[in-house]
Structures are given as C-alpha cells and as structure tokens.
C-alpha cells in the first residue's frame, strides 16, 4: 500500500536527517516527507499541502503551505537531504564485476512550452523531453545516474556516469553500439579497473580508420570478434537485462510511469524522477505491493 511505502520514506529520512536547529517552522524533514507524500500518490506539491488528502491520523498536523513548500524544495539544504535519501537506498552496497548502461526517455508533448526540454531520439522514433542515463549492476543496484535533455548525446553522458561511478564500479561495463567511443574508453581504462564491452558502431570488419584508437577500444574488438567470442557475446546479450530494471521502475502503481503535466523544466523532472528511483529501491526492499501491483 501507498502508506506503508511512505513510511518506508519517512523512517529512512528520520535515519539520514541530522535535527539541527532551523529557523524555519517546518524542518527540511518535513518539506521532504510532504513531498514524497505528493510523489506516491502521483499527485502535484499543491495537492500534499491540503489536509484531506492525508491520512486521517494526519490531519491534526500543521502542512507548509504551496509557497513554503516550492521556495524550500529549492534550497541547498532540502536538495542535500534529497539526496542523502536517494544514496542511503539505491547506491550500491557490495562490489560487483558485471555493469550495465544505457539510457530511457522521457517523452512530453511536442507542444510542451518548456524550453529545457530537447527534441531528440527516442525509443524508435523522434521526440520531445528528457532522458534518463544510467548504470545497474547485475544485482539491480543503481551505480549512478544522470538526467539531460532529450537531445544531448549518450556517450558525452555516459563519460561523466563513469567519471563519478563509486568505486564499486569494475570489471565489465557492457553498452550498446551507440556506447561505442573513443573518449568513453578512455574513461574506462582511466579507472584502471574497468572495461567497456560494446560492438562497433558502423558493425564489425570495417576496420578502424586512420586516428589513433584506445587501447581498451582495441581489447573490446579483440573481445568480440576474436575466432571464440561466446564469452562477449554473452555480456552483450546479457546486457539487455538493464530494460527489465527500467521496466520495473515503471510498471507499478506510484512508478515512473510518464512525466505528468505539473513535472516541467530541468529542475522538477530531476527531482520527480530521484523520488521514484527512491520508491523503487524501497518497494523492492520492503516487499512493497501498491494497488497496481
């Protein structure tokens, strides 16, 4: 149920928030709990802030108000708390051999005013919005994460994803062919630790041009298209299992189903899109079982 998943929240913001005096009447705990209230529910932050929409144990509780609540949401110390939220459930908790990457769209209307957006590729054809880039290891655990227009290319993202990974972050990081780049290799062998598996953008056998390649590019094609390559065709063929993990971050009741029409600009989509990487972690950690599944 929906409350039992928000009480998942509210004991992990308790866990995390450190009481500090504030000057304010509502602590940063309180805007984040009344946020996330809003988030399960699928509904705007003006909806959270009215009192017959809570439970009937709350509704004793002084709320923020609309203002309160969209001048705090924006302050450094509740974005901090939101994200010390969002690493004390879904960074990952043990060392792992076998990572995944690949991005998902987030589609809004193409008459959508909002300028942040971008008009870009999506799944098989062109649109409007944003993209989520991420990095999943094998056991579900969410490496990192980043949000950009739709436009904005996957490589340039998936540099910075590797760039800032943890340190559990080794071994095998297996990718499409659009993962396929010189700069996105040297990432990887900057770690040391860490090779990137893709096949070849244009497709094997056709060589490799006249500029200097990376030596973790020349042992991913040594990799894939040696005479005995079973063992990187199965990183690869494993590495679709990444679009079951963003399946299961939509198909649920509360999930990140589509980006609703109070979620616009860069700012409001990052926020929306951690809560619901938060509310899965914690429904997969809880056992969770919303309404709609």
């Known amino acids: 149920m929906e409350y039992r998943l928000w009480k998942a929240v509210v004991e992990v913001i308790d ?14 705990a309180d ?6 209230w809003a988030v399960i529910s699928d509904r705007p932050v003006r909806w959270c802030c009215q009192k017959e929409n809570w439970p009937l144990a709350f509704r004793k509780r002084q709320l923020p108000s609309e203002s309160t609540m969209s001048r705090r949401l924006r302050s450094p110390a509740v974005i901090a708390l939101l994200n010390a939220v969002e690493q004390r459930v879904v960074a990952p908790k043990q060392t792992e051999l076998y990572w995944r990457i690949d991005g998902k769209p987030l589609v809004i209307g193409g008459c959508s005013k909002d300028r942040q957006a971008g008009y ?22 969410l490496a990192g994460w980043r949000l950009a227009p739709m436009n904005v290319d996957e490589r340039k993202m998936a540099v910075r ?12 990081l297996a990718g499409d062919g659009n993962y396929d780049s010189n700069k996105l290799h040297t990432a990887c062998d900057d770690r040391g630790n860490l090779q990137l598996v893709t096949p070849r953008r244009y497709g094997p056998g056709k060589g490799t041009g006249h500029r200097k390649q990376t030596s973790g590019r020349r042992r991913a094609i040594a990799l894939l298209e040696n005479p005995f390559p079973k063992f990187g065709d ?3 063929k494993d590495r679709s299992a990444i679009e079951r993990e963003f399946g299961n971050l939509t198909n649920w009741g509360g999930g990140l189903t589509c980006l609703p029409a109070w979620v616009r600009t860069y700012r409001r989509v990052r926020r929306w899109v951690q809560a619901k990487l938060v509310l899965r972690g914690l429904k997969t950690m809880t056992e969770t079982t919303t309404c709609a599944a």
């Open 161 to 172: 994803l590797v760039k800032n990974a943890p340190d559990e972050v080794m071994g095998y």
């Open 120 to 141: 870009g590729r999506a799944a098989g054809c062109m649109a409007k919005g944003y993209k989520i880039h991420a990095i999943y290891g094998r056991s579900g655990s």
């Open 15 to 28: 866990s995390v928030y450190s009481r500090t005096p504030v000057r304010f009447e509502f602590s940063h």
């Open 234 to 236: 199965q990183l690869l």
């Open 31 to 36: 805007i984040v709990k009344c946020y996330y």
